[in-house]
């Protein structure tokens, strides 16, 4: 079991989160999701990340975030971390 959980901040509403969203499930890659809008903690954990700012979407395992990743960096990290068959 991996040490970390995948995490996908994001909205419901914002077509890169969604494409984000989508792709994972496709690889079924296990992750949890956050609406930024909707869940405050959530919010708060991402503008931690960006003195402030909320960007989004940003993927996060462990200490290691993305804001904004294409797939050939979100692939990148999944690899890394042994997370995609």
């Known amino acids: 079991m991996p040490p ?4 996908l901040y ?19 890659v296990d992750f ?4 930024v809008e909707t869940n405050p ?3 708060q954990e991402v503008r931690t990340l960006y003195q402030g700012e909320l960007k989004f979407p ?3 395992y462990g200490s290691t975030h ?4 294409s797939i050939a960096e ?3 990290l999944l690899d890394a971390h042994g997370l995609r068959d």
């Open 66 to 69: 993305l804001k904004n990743p």
């Open 4 to 7: 970390y959980k995948l995490k």
């Open 74 to 76: 979100l692939n990148s």
């Open 58 to 60: 940003t993927i996060t």
């Open 10 to 28: 994001g909205t419901d509403w914002c077509l890169k989160s969604t494409n984000l969203r989508n792709y994972l499930q496709s690889i079924w």
């Open 41 to 43: 903690v959530a919010e």
């Open 32 to 35: 949890e999701d956050f609406n």
